[in-house]
């Protein structure tokens, strides 16, 4: 069974440019969740996909947008950078009728906005 | 404003002692609790649950108790193994499905001595 996947592992950007994140689901997962951990924090919840409909969203600006295609797997794509950017971004898969929300992370990209 | 506290940011202990890790919230409504552990470089892993309508849930050396009057809950580890050290993160989740954002605190980092 594969886990959940990411990439780029990590990069490096310039204030106001963009930059997609993707991510592959676990295997038998249908729900795709991002967060944002910045440095010393928990993650923190930017948006959730099911079925490739938007199904929840945090408290980050419209500029933060993301995609989830029929194999499940999903982008996540930001706009203008600014600095407070930078991060590990976080993806989590999580199975139908799962019991209790427990959802399975990849490793996360580091972005560094510079 | 933190839903869910995670007062102590560190903790070291004794290889083979027992390892306590404790985790606050303010939301009555949250209907699942989890314990995550992170390494360096990896993402969160999923540890143990506990579902609100119980006190204690248990998986071989971890036992994780539920105060709901108290609006507390605490991870045992017992005993501590060196592998054990890590970013330690106890998150809640409201939707009492499978779906739906995980609310995490900021973190302990567990350090298990020889």
């Known amino acids: 069974e594969t886990g959940v996947t990411q990439s780029p592992t990590h990069l490096i950007k310039t204030r106001g440019q963009q930059v997609t994140l993707r991510c592959s689901s676990q295997?038998?997962?249908?729900?795709v969740s991002w967060y944002q951990q910045a440095l010393g924090q928990g993650p923190q919840f930017i948006f959730q996909y099911y079925r490739e409909e938007e199904n929840g969203r945090g408290n980050f600006p419209p500029r933060f947008s993301g995609l989830q295609f029929p194999n499940y797997s999903s982008e996540l794509n930001v706009n203008a950078l600014e600095l407070d950017d930078s991060a590990l971004y976080l993806c989590?898969?999580?199975?139908?009728?799962?019991?209790?929300?427990?959802?399975?992370f990849g490793a996360g990209t580091r972005l560094s906005v510079l | 404003d933190q839903q869910v506290k995670q007062n102590s940011p560190s903790l070291s202990v004794q290889e083979g002692r027992i390892s306590i890790l404790n985790c606050d919230y303010t939301n009555s409504m949250f209907d699942y609790f989890l314990w995550y552990k992170k390494y360096p470089a990896e993402g969160p892993t999923f540890l143990i649950s506990?579902?609100?309508?119980?006190d204690k849930n248990e998986d071989g050396r971890f036992t994780v108790f539920l105060n709901k009057s108290a609006k507390h809950l605490s991870l045992h580890i017992v005993p501590s193994q060196p592998g054990d050290s890590a970013v330690y993160f106890c998150a809640a989740t409201g939707t009492g499905g499978s779906q739906g954002n995980l609310i995490f605190g900021k973190g302990t980092k567990l350090s298990v001595k020889p």
């Open positions: 989590a898969s999580s199975r139908p009728g799962g019991v209790g929300n427990i959802q399975y």
């Open positions: 506990i579902s609100s309508i119980k």
């Open positions: 295997s038998g997962h249908n729900t």
